[in-house]
């Protein structure tokens, strides 16, 4: 099975941008299709973006389309996430997921496997 570790997290002025990766070990990551999510306190996890197994199709949730990319770089086996013009709102945990399925899915039981997850702290 495959081994999700995320890191880049940390406290961020608004507007300002980071880049979260997510590194597997274990097993490729072009077994699986990858997705990040996020959690705020007293919120349900929600989903953020989405990648394919091979990189060729992505999806992101409505809030944060035009502020994040998510990428694949095979070279480390890891899926990134860039989120620019941070927003307090964007304020939570972020895990990165791994689904059997390979497409970008956004269906948060679709994924196995989970990382323990990176904080992202966004002042105003």
Same mark, same amino acid.
């Given at each position: 099975?495959?081994?999700?570790? #995320?890191? /880049?997290?940390?406290?961020?002025?608004? /507007?300002?941008?980071?880049?979260?990766?997510?590194?597997?070990?274990?097993?490729?990551?072009?077994?699986? %299709?990858?997705?990040?999510?996020?959690?705020?306190?007293?919120? #349900?996890?929600?989903?953020?973006?989405?990648? *394919?197994? %091979?990189? /060729? *199709?992505?999806?992101? $949730? +409505? *809030?944060?389309? /035009?502020?994040?990319?998510?990428?694949? +770089?095979? $070279?480390?086996? $890891?899926? +990134?996430?860039?989120?620019?013009?941070?927003?307090?709102? +964007?304020?939570?945990?972020?895990?990165?997921?791994?689904?059997?399925?390979?497409?970008?899915?956004?269906?948060? #039981?679709?994924?196995?496997?989970?990382?323990? %997850?990176?904080?992202?702290?966004?002042?105003?």
């Amino acid at each position: 099975q495959v081994q999700l570790v #995320e890191s /880049g997290g940390g406290l961020v002025q608004a /507007g300002g941008s980071l880049r979260l990766s997510c590194v597997a070990s274990g097993r490729t990551l072009n077994n699986y %299709g990858v997705g990040w999510f996020r959690q705020a306190p007293g919120k #349900e996890r929600e989903f953020v973006a989405a990648i *394919s197994w %091979g990189g /060729g *199709s992505t999806n992101y $949730a +409505d *809030s944060v389309k /035009g502020r994040i990319t998510i990428s694949k +770089d095979n $070279a480390k086996n $890891a899926v +990134d996430l860039r989120i620019n013009n941070l927003k307090p709102e +964007d304020t939570g945990v972020y895990y990165c997921a791994a689904s059997y399925l390979r497409r970008a899915t956004m269906t948060t #039981e679709q994924y196995a496997y989970w990382g323990q %997850g990176t904080q992202v702290t966004v002042s105003s």
